[in-house]
């Protein structure tokens, strides 16, 4: 921020989604924005994540959707380089080999019919029977009866915001701590944001990504903004003695088994309607670990490290919120990834800073447009 309390665009929210548009808003565009984070960066979801760049799985989209993510992670793949080099942070961005088991011959057939649509639109993935599967010496269950073999991306998520943070500020991005708690508007036009202190930041464009706590602003946007945070929480484990680190992480509808590059082994997770408290409990611990034992039994074995939980901001539809807010003109939202907010920081971030800086976007951001809820509204 200039000492007059201006700024090119202002963003609330300084977790992965603000950093990442500010960040290519700079690099891309020449605009330097100021960063309004309430608590510091990276103190939610962007920092809590587990940090594993997936498209398929677990929780399942459409190949729409799933086309997306993928973009997203090719986009992570592009720009890794060039984000470590400028923020002077390693975070540790690298494959994974991961395993889906089947545990029951529904479940096979299951995994098994997925690969065809999977291969269609260029994942590679690879069945492994029950004999390949044992050869790999992996944590997996004795009882699984095949697996579907990926090798997909993953990075340190706390590291990776800061990353985003650092480069930012290296381009002029300005960085604040304040609450914000309104937006400016002349006419139909947003022009800054109000701040709890009394202070006003006028800028050219306004960008809310503050996670699940926009669903706080719908006064500022004039619409309903559906998201509800939703907590997970993952635990850090240590290999037990004797035993060495998975080399292949463990996805099953039940649970995760996910070997870090930088020596922690997450396993998770829960998806908690808990309001806003961000505190992990020994009820979620117990349960994960319950749940993970039946895929990987070692983990029985395996000491607890830490345990930790974050808010996802979760949309009804399971899909982002991403573009211009209907009815004022230069106020944009990025919010409601869900699971999937590591996965998408790069791509959203530069479709949200094409659209601020020349008010339309080369990625199609079209299906997960505000308007889709305002309109509802």
């Not at 701040?195 to 619409?223: C, D, F, K, Y």
């Amino acid at each position: 921020m200039t000492t007059n309390g201006t700024a090119e665009v202002v963003v609330v929210g300084g977790g992965v989604m603000g950093c990442s548009t500010a960040w290519f808003l700079a690099a891309d565009h020449g605009i330097r924005s100021v960063i309004v984070e309430r608590d510091a960066v990276a103190s939610g979801a962007s920092g809590g994540a587990a940090g594993e760049l997936g498209a398929v799985g677990r929780h399942r989209y459409s190949i729409e959707y799933t086309r997306f993510l993928l973009e997203g992670i090719r986009m992570h793949t592009e720009v890794a380089e060039t984000l470590v080099a400028e923020s002077g942070v390693d975070y540790l961005f690298s494959d994974i080999p991961i395993l889906r088991p089947a545990l029951d011959e529904e479940e096979a057939r299951d995994l098994q019919g997925q690969m065809g649509w999977q291969r269609e639109i260029g994942i590679d993935v690879e069945w492994l029977d029950e004999t390949q599967v044992r050869s790999l010496g992996t944590w997996l269950t004795e009882d699984a009866l095949g697996a579907a073999y990926t090798i997909e991306k993953q990075l340190e998520a706390y590291p990776f915001a800061i990353a985003l943070a650092q480069a930012c500020e290296r381009r002029g991005v300005s960085i604040r701590t304040a609450e914000v708690n309104g937006v400016l508007r002349d006419g139909e036009r947003a022009c800054g944001v109000t701040l709890a202190s009394g202070e006003r930041i006028e800028a050219g464009a306004v960008l809310v990504a503050n996670g699940p706590w926009s669903q706080h602003t719908a006064e500022w946007l004039g619409m309903e903004v559906p998201v509800v945070p939703l907590r997970g929480q993952i635990v850090h484990l240590s290999p037990p003695d004797g035993v060495p680190m998975p080399a292949h992480s463990i996805f099953h509808e039940t649970g995760y088994v996910l070997p870090k590059a930088g020596g922690d082994l997450l396993v998770g997770t829960t998806e908690e309607l808990a309001g806003f408290d961000p505190y992990p409990t020994m009820e979620a611990q117990n349960g994960i670990l319950e749940a993970v034992i039946r895929i990987a039994p070692n983990v029985l074995d395996a000491p607890i490290r830490d345990l930790t939980a974050c808010l996802r901001p979760y949309s009804p539809d399971q899909m982002p919120i991403l573009g211009a807010v209907p009815g004022t003109e230069s106020l944009y939202l990025s919010t409601g990834h869900g699971y999937k907010g590591i996965t998408l920081a790069i791509i959203s971030g530069k479709a949200m800073a094409q659209q601020i800086a020349n008010g339309k976007s080369d990625i199609d951001i079209s299906p997960f447009s505000p308007a889709r809820f305002a309109e509802a509204s």
